[in-house]
T-cell receptor, first 110, second 114 residues
Framework: GENVEQHPSTLSVQEGDSAVIKCTYSDSASNYFPWYKQELGKRPQLIIDIRSNVGEKKDQRIAVTLNKTAKHFSLHITETQPEDSAVYFCAASNDYKLSFGAGTTVTVRA | EPEVTQTPSHQVTQMGQEVILRCVPISNHLYFYWYRQILGQKVEFLVSFYNNEISEKSEIFDDQFSVERPDGSNFTLKIRSTKLEDSAMYFC????????????FGPGTRLTVT
């Protein structure tokens, strides 16, 4: 089955700096790669996603890149703000299920 | 904006008891999922459901688990005889098309087995 590795497990950044989270996946059949943000005790919220026919996607301060050859994808958050503090999960999908990474706890220091 | 809803928000049960977790997916969605998240760990896939049958299930989803869509709106997860290790947050999700498209998560049910 699909195995998704995510790094780093924790990330502390100064407000205004950028944050980068990286994921690798194992199943070349995976074709959909969403990122979820989860605040303490709340549901995972989809923040951005990318499909396998696209290399990069941007939405305001967040962007995701995908390298299908290397089987890795990354989340970039620019100009971080305190409200960006949360756990971020990457995931990969083979159409019927999401396989999640272990999560990155992002702390934005004011 | 439509959201997935789940009830109850918290369920406490004794080991060996049966529990039913309920979900109301977004109304025009056709694919339904259950995931679980043990405290401090990643979200794990349990089962996907489409057209009144299971599409895929994980190794976690053994004979103690079952899913059902008893009517046009609800989607339930039943655990027949709960174990301590079933304690987790259970999330329902739904999507309008096959998993290549966005899955929207409910708020979760925290299940505590004592």
């Amino acid at each position: 089955g699909e195995n998704v590795e995510q790094h780093p497990s924790t990330l502390s950044v100064q407000e205004g700096d950028s944050a980068v989270i990286k994921c690798t996946y194992s199943d070349s059949a995976s074709n959909y790669f969403p990122w979820y943000k989860q605040e303490l005790g709340k549901r995972p919220q989809l923040i951005i996603d990318i499909r396998s026919n696209v290399g990069e996607k941007k939405d305001q301060r967040i962007a995701v890149t995908l390298n299908k050859t290397a089987k890795h994808f990354s989340l970039h958050i620019t100009e971080t703000q305190p409200e960006d503090s949360a756990v971020y999960f990457c995931a990969a999908s083979n159409d019927y299920k999401l396989s999640f990474g272990a999560g990155t706890t992002v702390t934005v220091r004011a | 904006e439509p959201e997935v809803t789940q009830t109850p928000s918290h369920q406490v049960t004794q080991m060996g008891q049966e529990v039913i977790l309920r979900c109301v997916p977004i109304s025009n969605h056709l694919y339904f999922y259950w995931y679980r998240q043990i405290l401090g760990q990643k979200v794990e896939f349990l089962v996907s459901f489409y057209n009144n049958e299971i599409s895929e299930k994980s190794e976690i989803f053994d004979d103690q688990f079952s899913v059902e869509r008893p009517d046009g709106s609800n989607f339930t997860l039943k655990i027949r005889s709960t174990k301590l290790e079933d304690s987790a947050m259970y999330f329902c999700a739904s999507s309008s098309l096959t998993g290549s498209y966005e899955q929207y998560f409910g708020p979760g049910t925290r299940l505590t087995v004592t």
